[in-house]
């Protein structure tokens, strides 16, 4: 049993920042792509930025120059630092995370999602 739990979420005017964090918890051997999607009202669920185990990072180029994706691989823990918001970055945010878990099986983890709310 592994587990991903969101903090940080919130309601910022357009221009302001937000702190997202995603820990994992459980059963975890390691894990290798860790990243945050978004999903918006009546829209799909899209990627905002993606880490690998390496440091290797993506991002959408809607939040590229925005947006800073880090983690701490002993830690179990993904963040995303978000600048200069826009009200078109309102959705509620997923933590995903690719983990091995100590019984050697693959699981593709999703957090129960943190909403953001940038208002005009």
């Known amino acids: 049993q592994v587990q991903l739990v969101e903090s940080g979420g919130g309601l910022v005017q357009a221009g302001g920042t937000l702190r997202l964090s995603c820990a994992a918890s459980?059963?975890?051997?390691?894990?290798?792509?860790m990243g945050w999607y978004r999903q918006a009202p009546g829209k799909q669920r899209e990627l905002v930025a993606t880490?690998?185990?390496?440091?290797?990072?993506n991002y959408a180029d809607s939040v590229k120059g925005r947006f800073t994706i880090s983690r701490d691989n002993a830690e179990y823990t993904v963040r995303l630092q978000m600048n200069s918001l826009k009200p078109e970055d309102t959705a509620v945010y997923y933590c995903?995370?690719?983990?091995?878990?100590?019984?050697?099986?693959?699981?593709?983890?999703w957090g129960q999602g943190t909403q953001v709310t940038v208002s005009s």
């Open positions: 880490i690998t185990s390496g440091g290797r990072l």
């Open positions: 995903n995370a690719e983990i091995r878990t100590r019984s050697w099986s693959y699981v593709n983890s």
């Open positions: 459980g059963s975890i051997f390691s894990i290798n792509d």
